[in-house]
């Protein structure tokens, strides 16, 4: 029988590292989706926080941003791809708290938006003939 040149203790010393990296990797791996799931939750309080502060009107652009990134954060988290939903997860929440901010700080100096030019309105639609033709738009 052949003996190994090693002493004892390095075998048990390689097995003990290989053991620590084996938990080290299975705890981080199941970083991925707990991390991914508060930061939608985060962005989720943030956007609800900025509605509430007016910011569909006060701050559209980072309102809509902000609904948009976190749509595609839950999207990327349903297809196991957490690094991309973390991602998108961190551009909601800040577009959130900037919807927020800056529809706080526009209600405090008393800017609101004109919404009068922003109504539509609509033309009765012309009465229908069965006389064939082009059709009118």
């Known amino acids: 029988m052949e003996r ?45 926080a900025a509605r509430t502060a007016g910011a569909e009107k006060l701050a559209p652009y980072e309102y809509t941003a902000a609904i948009e990134y976190l749509h595609k954060a839950r999207e990327e988290q349903g297809y196991a791809d957490f690094e991309v939903a973390i991602d998108f997860a961190n551009k909601a929440l800040d577009n959130a708290v900037k919807a927020k901010k800056k529809s706080m ?21 012309a009465p229908a003939t069965d006389e064939p033709g082009e059709p009118t738009l």
């Open 4 to 48: 190994s040149n090693r002493p004892a203790g390095a075998s048990r010393l390689a097995v003990s590292r290989l053991l620590i990296l084996s938990v080290a990797a299975a705890v981080l791996g199941a970083c991925g989706p707990t991390k991914s799931t508060a930061l939608i939750m985060d962005a989720d309080v943030q956007l609800e």
């Open 105 to 125: 700080e526009a209600k405090s100096e008393g800017e609101l938006p004109d919404i009068s030019s922003s109504r539509m309105t609509f033309e009765e639609p």
